[in-house]
């Protein structure tokens, strides 16, 4: 009998070998581990990304965060100072009230040596030219303070570019004569003055118009009128001398003033406000301001009227230079308003005419009133400058009228 052997695998056969090295599972060798390991790379890849993405955002609200609480501490540091500069102003008002609170229990102490020395002569007199002063004078300063007011808010500045001439040489006797039309005496006067410089008039025109506006208006040439009833003569004699200097006045500050001499009255802004609300601002602002200075100029007045003895006035009607230098020194230092200013020179018997002019003349233009009054209106470089110029001028022009007309 014979065995068949069975023939060896060929090389085109596709069965496997028992124990065979080809003999392999699906997703094993060479290029699936490869395969695998890419897909491994790629998976961390984006789980690192994934993590750098979270750490971005984790970042982003942390700055987020640091924002928030940066700019929550500048809201507590601003409600802080808020808070501190309440706490000031409460204090700065408790203080106040303490010191109000000090100064009547004070008062209500020393009552008996306080009656005592105002019931003196002296005190006395004091308290009545003090008070005569502001009285003749605050009405006035009332209504030049409201002019000035409504010439800033309502009166455009190109009205005044029209209404006077371009050449400042011509516009002084022009702005001159228009301080006719204002019934008002020189406390009323400084502040319209500041207001025609702040509106852009030349300071020449503004100037001369400050001085002649409490010498030749309508009320003042009346009262002067009923004051010397049979010198009908010393009304045209005041208003030519009056003008005269304003006028000369005017044109020496456009020939030889400087720019720096004079400044520029100041004003608080009310912009973005109505007319309405921005012209009571305007005269809340020259009523405090100007009537500081009045106060400060009727003192002066009452002290020197009180100190001042009589017989001084008696001495120098004697000789006709002195007594014109002794009536030009007394309007300046009595500061009488230019409404009244004429039944007291009336009352002056023992003076000539001539020096009772100059008594008209120099004290609506220059007393200490007004000069504490431009100080603070205009500066005291020009105050120190222009109330000695303006004193010499107005004695000589009332000299040089009187010689002519009485």
Do not use: Y
Request: with cysteine; glycine share 8%.
């Amino acid at each position: 009998m014979a065995i068949t052997k069975a023939a060896p695998p060929t090389a085109d056969s596709h069965e496997p070998v028992a124990g065979s090295p080809d003999t392999r599972s699906p997703g094993t060798g060479p290029a699936a581990t490869a395969d695998t390991t890419a897909d491994t790379k790629s998976a961390e890849s984006k789980s690192a990304g994934s993590n750098s993405a979270d750490t971005k955002s984790a970042g982003s609200k942390s700055a987020d965060t640091n924002s928030a609480g940066s700019k929550s501490a500048d809201t507590k540091s601003a409600g802080s100072k808020s808070a501190d500069t309440k706490s000031a102003g409460s204090m700065s008002a408790d203080t106040k009230s303490l010191a109000l609170i000090v100064l009547l229990l004070v008062l209500v102490v020393l009552q008996g040596p306080i009656r005592g020395a105002l019931s003196a002569p002296v005190m006395q007199s004091w308290m009545t030219v003090f008070v005569a002063v502001l009285v003749q004078a605050l009405p006035f300063l009332v209504l030049g303070v409201l002019l000035s007011a409504a010439i800033a808010v309502f009166v455009p500045a190109s009205f005044f570019a029209r209404a006077l001439p371009k050449r400042p040489a011509l516009a002084v006797p022009v702005a001159g004569v228009a301080g006719a039309i204002l019934p008002g005496c020189e406390c009323a006067s400084v502040p319209v003055a500041g207001a025609l410089v702040r509106r852009g008039v030349t300071p020449a025109a503004a100037l001369a118009f400050l001085l002649s506006a409490p010498a030749i208006n309508p009320i003042v040439l009346t009262a002067t009128a009923v004051a010397f009833p049979r010198n009908p003569e010393m009304v045209l004699a005041r208003f030519v001398a009056s003008l005269l200097v304003a006028c000369v006045m005017g044109w020496l500050w456009q020939r030889l003033g400087r720019t720096d001499w004079l400044r520029p009255p100041e004003r608080p802004h009310h912009e973005g406000q109505g007319k309405g609300a921005a012209f009571w601002g305007s005269v809340r602002h020259d009523v405090m301001h100007a009537g500081g200075f009045l106060v400060i100029g009727a003192m002066a007045a009452a002290t020197l009227k009180a100190v001042a003895p009589a017989s001084w006035l008696r001495t120098a009607a004697d000789n006709p230079l002195v007594a014109i230098l002794a009536l030009a020194v007394l309007a300046v230092l009595l500061s009488i308003c230019s409404e009244a200013d004429a039944f007291v020179a009336a009352s002056l018997t023992q003076f000539s005419l001539t020096a009772k002019l100059a008594f008209l003349v120099v004290g609506p233009m220059i007393d200490l009133k007004l000069f504490a009054m431009q100080t603070g209106t205009f500066g005291r470089g020009f105050a120190l400058r222009f109330a000695p110029a303006t004193f010499v001028l107005a004695i000589a022009g009332a000299v040089l009228t009187g010689a002519v007309l009485l």
